[in-house]
């Protein structure tokens, strides 16, 4: 583990490190300054000059890093690195509740939970360590960018793992609300039960002749015209677990931009909105054992950009 930031955050993020190797190199090939060994280092995804010249690297103590500084084994380097233009995701990032251990949100889709790949400033954790001022703010579970809903976050390191075991335990209760079409042949409620999983490299989840690691409770709750709002339970947590099972039965959920068939959607393209809404949480606090349940704000069908809200809360 690195030793503390000498850098404060920047748009929520921490800053990026590096650090020289523990022994010098090997003398036919040496680093006779700092700035060699950075440009060896990083030189393939940051302008090293010009962060050295904008005094952008940081030592330990703060010091800006020189490029004539000689070589020094098992020394940090601190640094922030240039982010990439993102399109603003439109919705409100509800906050439904907060105290001093947890914050829970009501997520618009499109928004990323945690800063990765091309949504960083465009993600959960960013805008809220900025806009709460709670710069270790993190989620305790995970929800997928392009579903909407409930979204638990602890306020700070200390309390994280606690709540994340008990979410690991499964002692959380999670209900979901789904748009799908109707089958008049199916008999609800219905119970799916299989083995998913994920491969590196695809986008879809896939169903496999394994041992079962993966139950969801599937009720029709009402009919809207052609389609249903169905209330989805899942008993465990597995990737794309509610959008395989929903298609395992024919009726995928609308909108989804992966299943049945895999969508080119443009990054910016926030039109289509899946129709999957983490709708309800409920579970005994390990700290100091309440009860605490919360709902979501937000109704089916999402639409655009208001979501469908039921009603405003405080952001």
């Not at 954790?125 to 703010?137: K, N």
């Not at 499964?170 to 109707?182: I, M, Q």
Request: with cysteine; charged share 25%.
């Amino acid at each position: 583990m690195p030793p503390p930031s000498p850098l404060p955050q920047r748009h929520g993020l921490e800053a990026a490190w590096v650090c020289t190797p523990d022994r010098d190199r090997p003398r036919s090939h040496p680093w006779p300054t700092m700035g060699e060994w950075l440009l060896e280092r990083l030189a393939a995804s940051v302008d090293v000059a010009g962060f050295l010249a904008g005094e952008r690297f940081r030592y330990q103590s703060g010091a800006p890093v020189v490029g004539s500084d000689p070589y020094g084994p098992h020394t940090f380097v601190w640094f922030h690195r240039d982010l990439v233009a993102e399109a603003s995701v439109p919705g409100i990032v509800h906050v439904v509740h907060r105290d001093a251990r947890l914050v829970v949100i009501d997520k618009p889709p499109f928004l990323s939970t945690i800063p990765r790949g091309r949504h960083v400033v465009q993600s959960v954790v960013v805008r809220l360590r900025a806009e709460l001022g709670l710069p270790e703010l993190s989620p305790l579970h995970r929800l997928d960018r392009v579903t909407s809903g409930l979204l638990v976050l602890a306020t700070e390191r200390r309390w994280r793992g606690e709540y994340q075991s008990m979410f690991q335990r499964g002692e959380v209760g999670k209900t979901y609300r789904a748009l799908a079409p109707l089958r008049p042949d199916l008999d609800f409620p219905i119970t799916v039960r299989n083995h998913l999983t994920t491969r590196r490299g695809r986008w879809q989840a896939e169903v496999t002749d394994e041992p079962v690691n993966a139950e969801s409770l599937i009720e029709l709750e009402t009919v809207l015209r052609h389609t249903g709002v169905y209330r989805l339970t899942p008993r465990t947590g597995k990737t794309h677990q509610l959008r395989m099972h929903m298609l395992g039965l024919g009726i995928p959920i609308i909108d989804d931009p992966v299943y049945p068939v895999v969508q080119d959607v443009a990054i910016d393209d926030f039109t289509r909105p899946l129709q999957l809404l983490a709708s309800d949480v409920s579970f005994t606090d390990p700290i100091d054992g309440e009860l605490r349940r919360f709902e979501s704000v937000r109704t089916l069908p999402l639409r655009a950009a208001g979501c469908g809200l039921r009603a405003a809360v405080g952001a």
